[in-house]
């Protein structure tokens, strides 16, 4: 079985400071996707950064950033220089066999 | 290029009625995808589709039905809405042919069963 895990419901970040979103997953495949995505109020989903599981240099997307520990099962995502418009629900998410499987979201507020 | 529209937006829908959602991408992916997503539990599969005239089960594909006929349209189906499907229904689409394998979501439709 494919689980993904957020287990930080919400979060707060300074404006221009860094925060790091914490994301664990379980998969006994080898070769799999690991996605970050925002869902702004506005409801759609935006693809953040994608890693590729083979690949062992982190993804890195201008501010953003992830960790990717494959042995631990460890994803995260570091944000730097948060900005308002960071604000948003980011959810995790692993691919393999054609399907997705998500977290169930970190609540980010950014105060300014 | 509009990417991934669904209609409708909004919908109000009592006990046992029946409505269609439609999904378009005009971006020419083999993949797409419908989710729900509920409060504090992230995005389920529904159901999903590999190609044109083909569908597959995903997670929580009871009470739904669906239907790739074109490859740019995919339809999620409710037979007899209950309460328990009120939720924001997300569309997806995506392909390998680019390597990304990125998924593209439509804005999402709130469906409320009364």
């Known amino acids: 079985a494919q689980t993904v895990t957020q287990s930080q419901p919400e979060m707060s970040v300074q404006e221009a400071e860094t925060v790091t979103l914490s994301c664990t997953y379980d998969?006994?495949?080898?070769?799999?996707?690991l996605f970050w995505y925002k869902q702004p109020p506005s409801r759609q989903m935006i693809l953040v950064i994608r890693?590729?599981?083979?690949?062992?240099q982190n993804a890195t997307e201008n501010r953003f950033s992830v960790n990717f520990q494959k042995a631990a099962k460890s994803f995260s995502l570091k944000i730097s220089d948060s900005q308002l418009g960071d604000a948003a629900m980011y959810f995790c998410?692993?691919?393999?066999?054609?399907?997705?499987?998500f977290g169930s979201g970190t609540k980010l507020n950014v105060k300014p | 290029n509009a990417g991934v529209t669904q209609t409708p937006k909004f919908r109000v829908l009592k006990t046992g009625q029946s409505m269609t959602l439609l999904c378009a991408q005009d971006m020419n992916h083999e993949y797409m995808y419908w989710y729900r997503q509920d409060p504090g539990m992230g995005l389920r599969l529904i159901h999903y589709?590999?190609?044109?005239?083909?569908?597959a089960k995903g997670e929580v594909p009871d009470g739904y039905n669906v239907s790739r006929l074109k490859k740019q349209n995919f339809l999620l189906g409710l037979e007899s809405a209950a309460p328990s499907q009120t939720s924001v229904y997300f569309c997806?689409?995506?392909?390998?042919?680019?390597?990304?394998?990125?998924?593209?979501f439509g804005p999402g439709t709130r469906l409320t069963v009364l």
């Open positions: 890693q590729e599981a083979y690949k062992q």
């Open positions: 998969t006994s495949e080898s070769d799999y996707y």
């Open positions: 589709s590999v190609g044109e005239g083909t569908t």
């Open positions: 998410a692993l691919y393999n066999f054609n399907k997705f499987y």
């Open positions: 997806a689409s995506s392909t390998w042919a680019d390597g990304t394998d990125t998924q593209y």
